[in-house]
């Protein structure tokens, strides 16, 4: 099946980021639907059917680890492509969970935009993808409290790390440790909410 003429979803909590890769894309030809975060994109599935999904990792409401697991545990979307972007979830465990929970392939922060391009062509038109076994919820969410306790630790380091610098900068360089500072505080807020929601889900499975 060939879907180089259907939507793409972009799935994205920051504005500008999500306004950016719409752009990107509606300029290149491709017909876009947008969503800010798993739990308003699967409504939008609902809706109406994309033909790919790219979306970011670290969202509130639902992110897009949980969003990828809904889809490939549902026998009506568990073929749609998905393109994972993240900033966050980079390193190499990261990476390997992504792909185990399905996705195509996984683009790191900030977007080589011809390299993106040329993957979603690929994608649109290679077929019906293959995609593995989803894994089962307590697997998921077992390797899902992994990368986020993993993520937690890093964060903590980066917030310390920034406050720092935001001490002793010069008045130039300020405002923008302050504004990292600010965005990895957000960061943290929703990793532990997200951390504290799996650790329940977690403690039902163990009962």
């Not at 390193?91 to 929970?101: H, I, N, R, W």
């Not at 929703?190 to 889900?201: A, G, N, Q, S």
Request: glycine fraction near 4%; aromatic fraction near 8%.
């Amino acid at each position: 099946m060939n879907n180089k003429d259907g939507k793409i979803l972009v799935v994205e909590d920051i504005p500008s980021i999500l306004d950016l890769l719409e752009i990107t894309l509606k300029f290149r030809g491709y017909q876009v639907m947008t969503a800010r975060n798993g739990q308003e994109a699967l409504e939008k599935i609902e809706e109406e059917r994309p033909a790919l999904i790219i979306s970011d990792i670290l969202m509130p409401t639902m992110d897009g680890f949980s969003f990828v697991q809904k889809l490939r545990t549902n026998p009506k979307t568990l073929d749609i492509p998905v393109i994972f972007l993240s900033a966050t979830y980079v390193t190499p465990e990261d990476k390997a969970f992504a792909l185990s929970l399905g996705a195509s392939n996984f683009i790191e922060k900030p977007i080589d935009t011809e390299e993106f391009l040329l993957t979603i062509a690929e994608l649109l038109t290679q077929g019906t993808p293959t995609t593995p076994r989803p894994l089962d919820q307590e697997s998921f969410y077992m390797g899902y409290r992994a990368r986020l306790e993993n993520k937690l630790r890093y964060k903590r380091t980066q917030i310390a790390r920034a406050e720092r610098l935001v001490q002793t900068v010069s008045e130039d360089q300020r405002p923008a440790y302050e504004a990292l500072l600010q965005q990895a505080l957000l960061d943290r807020r929703e990793i532990e909410k997200e951390l504290k929601e799996v650790l329940r889900i977690i403690e039902e499975f163990q009962k």
